[in-house]
């Protein structure tokens, strides 16, 4: 049995941006299915977050990847600035793209006011 879906998206598990990450995913994910990847510092562990777009490159196909960095992350503790967060967002991507070159890898920070900014 083979599952379909459009994208993986990786955030950060802290509650304070749950709501923004689900009205974004509305806004501009419309009518697209993705996985939800929650873990403390989003791509911050980029073994454990590949192992896990691994499983949904192999089982879901995924053609898109959405990685999510946010302020004032506790897992980064004073390291969360948003040149580190850039930092570590371009080498998750590098990461996807050395081992899945044809998938598509949107970058974005996430203030506590709810502005979403690509990077």
Not at 88 to 114: T, V
């Amino acid at each position: 049995m083979s599952h379909v879906c459009d994208a993986a998206i990786v955030c950060c598990i802290d509650f304070r941006f749950q709501k923004f990450i689900r009205d974004w995913t509305d806004q501009n994910l419309k009518g697209k299915t993705f996985d939800l990847i929650g873990f403390a510092g989003a791509t911050k562990d980029l073994e454990t977050i590949m192992g896990q777009l691994d499983i949904s490159v192999r089982l879901h196909h995924i053609k898109q990847v959405v990685l999510i960095h946010h302020e004032e992350c506790g897992a980064y503790g004073a390291e969360s600035t948003p040149e580190r967060h850039a930092q570590d967002l371009q080498k998750a991507k590098a990461a996807i793209l050395a081992k899945y070159p044809d998938l598509q890898i949107d970058l974005h920070y996430f203030y506590l006011n709810g502005k979403f900014e690509a990077i």
